[in-house]
């Protein structure tokens, strides 16, 4: 028989491990001391690999630093180095590759919530200033904007002239109720959460005010987009009509035109905003469940995949799969419990949570925490059922806004070719304030469509590459969503203010401020190349007056 050489760790008395291994050999191992070994089942040799735990009972050293407390007084995973325990949890180990992976393993939520990796809303400063900047400016600029077309709709005669107004009252509230969406997230960052979001994020993303702003900025951002769609169109319709009857007045017919295509905007935005959250249609949107706390059966808020894995081990079954309906779901998690705990709650991780910032979802983040840990092999089955059924919304908004865009490209293409064609006939090409006017038109026209492309082409680009999984933008996602794109709320109303009633006072403010400190007394000081003569000192300078100066 072959016997082992290696001694009992932590125990080298012979009557270690009592009440184990009751076939054991005694043996002299080393020639030194008396320890026994056990029957092998490979190649019929004797083997004592065997840990003795400080309660003097006795594991395989196989199970030592696995994460398990397989002795009872946790002494096995006592002097380990390659795991880290859970805050407030004596027996909850994970391993170190577990911490800061944006999943939930304690159910402290300390492996993400901690100094090293705890995150917030917004967790870059940079980021928070631009929020709040743009946020403000938007809010401001667009009341501004909105205001002056409220006292201008008396103004206008013809139909076509009301619808346009109207229609760019619209796209300043799109812009406003994006304004609105970023200001309430930089409250909700700096001054609700703070440093503690982390800890109270599920909360946050399966809460109603996550939601709400969820629903704020997607009908902002469609709604400005639609209306500018419907005001190319009522454009181009308009002047190719003018060319042949003259513009008529405000009546009947045009009341019911006007009503008819700006409730047909709202509806569309408001339906585009307000469908993932639609309780029938949850299986298509909602990413996940967060359940009460007390019931300490599932970590952070665990996705569909999770839950077939817990109650197919549960219920021994195998009819379980991801096509199982949440309803179904709930049932069967409500079943685990017994009538002497505490009622089950839980509530809808809904389509806006899909991070932080309640946006709505383009594509998921590489550290969203509904992802599970799955294996190559299966990760392929999963991620693509996982991926049409989340991403169908997608790629509806998507090609819808795409399609917005190219409408609005050629509508001010013939736009621009119509409207020149009309004064070469009416030899207005002739009259310089015309050709002054024209050109006005036309640049305010180039600037409202080239920002939009710039902000919303490149994004619906990186959006396809990043679904179709030819690049991973997950890191672009807050640039993208709080910068680029909420631009526009603020570039818009300055390219709308025709009588430059925002960029007026804000110029004449930057101009007063630059004067003012331009003709200080230190910066006079500084700006004079050459000492005073007299040898004035800086504190002279300060104390003379200015006018001595």
């Known amino acids: 028989a072959v016997v082992s050489t290696q001694s009992c760790h932590y125990g080298r008395e012979h009557d270690a491990c009592p009440g184990q291994y009751p076939d054991r050999i005694y043996s002299l191992a080393n020639n030194k001391y008396l320890t026994f070994v056990t029957k092998s089942d490979s190649q019929a040799g004797y083997q004592n690999n065997y840990f003795q735990c400080n309660n003097s009972r006795c594991v395989d050293y196989s199970k030592v630093c696995d994460l398990t407390n397989d002795c009872g007084d946790m002494s096995d995973e006592q002097n380990c180095k390659n795991h880290i325990q859970c805050r407030n949890e004596k027996n909850h180990l994970i391993s170190l590759d577990q911490q800061c992976d944006g999943m939930f393993d304690c159910y402290s939520l300390s492996d993400e919530c901690n100094d090293k990796c705890g995150k917030q809303i917004l967790n870059h400063w940079f980021l928070k200033g631009v929020c709040w900047l743009l946020g403000l400016m ?5 009341l501004i904007i909105m205001v002056q077309i409220a006292v201008s709709v008396n103004g206008a005669k013809t139909g076509v002239m009301l619808l346009t107004k109207l229609l760019l009252g619209l796209i300043c509230l799109g812009d406003l109720l994006n304004g609105v969406y970023l200001v309430a997230i930089s409250i909700y960052d700096s001054l609700v959460f703070g440093p503690d979001y982390c800890e109270k994020q599920a909360e946050w993303l399966s809460g109603t005010p996550c939601a709400l702003l969820g629903v704020i900025g997607t009908i902002g951002t469609q709604l400005s987009l639609f209306s500018m769609t419907a005001l190319s169109l009522a454009r181009v ?24 295509t700006l409730t047909t905007v709202i509806a569309c935005s408001a339906s585009i905003a307000l469908v993932p959250l639609v309780p029938s249609l949850e299986d298509f949107f909602v990413q996940g469940i967060h359940y009460n706390p007390e019931n300490r059966i599932f970590i952070g808020f665990p996705n569909k995949e999770k839950h077939v894995k817990v109650l197919s081990s549960y219920s021994k079954t195998s009819d379980l799969s991801l096509d199982t309906t949440w309803h179904d779901i709930r049932e069967g998690v ?9 009622t089950l709650s839980w509530d809808n991780v809904h389509f806006y949570g899909n991070d932080g910032v309640c946006l709505f979802k383009f594509f998921v983040r590489n550290d969203d925490a509904r992802r599970s840990r799955q294996t190559v092999e299966t990760a392929f089955n999963v991620v693509d059922i996982i991926n049409f059924q989340g991403n169908l919304m997608l790629w509806i908004v998507l090609a819808i806004n795409f399609f917005c865009f190219v409408v609005i490209g050629v509508s001010y293409i013939l736009i621009t070719l119509q409207t020149w064609k009309s004064a070469v006939d009416s030899h207005q090409t002739q009259n310089p304030e015309t050709l002054r006017k024209n050109k006005k038109i036309q640049r305010r026209i180039t600037l409202m469509i080239g920002t939009d492309f710039a902000c919303w082409v490149p994004f619906i680009i990186v959006c396809y590459l990043h679904n179709v999984k030819f690049i991973d933008a997950t890191d672009w996602y807050l640039f993208f969503a709080m910068i680029v794109l909420p631009i526009n709320s603020v570039i818009n109303p300055l390219i709308y203010d025709k009588n430059d009633t925002i960029l007026g006072p804000t110029f004449s403010v930057f101009t007063r401020t630059g004067t003012l400190i331009y003709n200080s007394r230190v910066v006079r000081y500084f700006r004079n190349s050459q000492r005073p003569q007299d040898g004035m000192k800086l504190q002279e300078m300060l104390e003379k007056p200015c006018s001595a100066a």
């Open 138 to 142: 938007a809010v401001l600029f667009n």
């Open 237 to 260: 319709i308009g002047i190719s009509c003018s060319d042949m009857t003259a513009p008529s007045r405000v009546n009947k017919r045009w009341i019911a035109i006007i009503v008819a």
């Open 334 to 342: 409500a079943k685990m419990f017994t009538a002497k705990h505490s």
